[in-house]
């Protein structure tokens, strides 16, 4: 079963826009990450935030967690038509394994 | 180092058949993890295996099985094949230490496309 929720579920943008996601989640987590997925293609990984920081830097991303929201956002700054993908937030578990429980993801279209 | 390989990309099946498929993960990985994603479901996890050992499972019937091999290699076969088996089965591997659990980043293969008719 899918952890949470995405949000939105479809976004379109112009290019040089900035693009903002929100992911939801439901159980206690050890960290947050964010990946990437060109159509029907494999995952690629962007950006892993643990539970005890807030807000975490790569390039043209940004993300915050909110622990006691359960929540976090992926923003992209300066959008190009290369980030035309579907984005997934997964988090992982306290509970000692590796397991990604990915959300529902979001569907970005970057218009040049 | 070369990325996650994943063979075959591609596989038509007929109900009742069953398929094997193949995954490498990077050099130095031992932890490799199986997904699903359908277009109903998303993406769900089915097992993860580390050091040959089965480590955790996903909700999934036993007619999804896998198995690690000594080199980290993994291969997931599926029997008596469903129409609502196909799907994009992905692979993933990640550096999981000996000492337990790292919560690492995990690195993906292109997938295998399963098509059941």
């Known amino acids: 079963s899918q952890q949470g929720e995405e949000d939105p579920q479809a976004l379109s943008i112009q290019e040089g826009e900035n693009a903002t996601m929100n992911c939801s989640y439901k159980?206690?987590?050890?960290?947050l990450q964010w990946y990437r997925q060109n159509s029907g293609r494999g995952l690629v990984h962007l950006i892993l935030?643990?539970?005890?920081?807030r807000e975490k830097h790569s390039g043209r991303l940004r993300v915050t967690l909110d622990t006691s929201k359960k929540s976090s956002s992926l923003l992209i700054t300066a959008s190009r038509a290369a980030d035309t993908a579907s984005y997934f937030c997964?988090?992982?578990?306290?509970?000692?394994?590796?397991?990604?429980?990915f959300g529902t993801g979001t569907r970005l279209t970057i218009i040049p | 180092k070369a990325g996650v390989t994943q063979t075959p990309r591609y596989l038509i099946k007929t109900r009742g058949q069953q398929v094997t498929l193949s995954c490498s993960p990077i050099?130095?990985?031992?932890?490799v993890s199986w997904y699903q994603q359908t277009p109903g479901q998303g993406l769900q996890f089915l097992f993860e295996?580390?050091?040959?050992?089965?480590?955790n499972k996903g909700n999934f019937p036993g007619r999804f099985s896998g198995r690690q091999f000594s080199n980290s290699r993994s291969e997931m076969n599926v029997s008596t094949l469903e129409l609502g088996d196909s799907a994009l089965y992905l692979c993933?591997?990640?550096?999981?230490?000996?000492?337990?659990?790292?919560?690492?980043?995990?690195?993906f293969g292109p997938g295998t496309r399963l098509t059941v008719l």
């Open positions: 993933a591997s990640s550096l999981r230490l000996a000492g337990g659990p790292t919560y690492n980043e995990q690195f």
């Open positions: 159980t206690s987590i050890n960290n």
């Open positions: 935030i643990r539970s005890n920081e």
């Open positions: 997964a988090t992982v578990s306290n509970f000692g394994n590796e397991k990604l429980t």
């Open positions: 050099s130095g990985h031992r932890s």
């Open positions: 295996y580390f050091s040959e050992t089965q480590r």
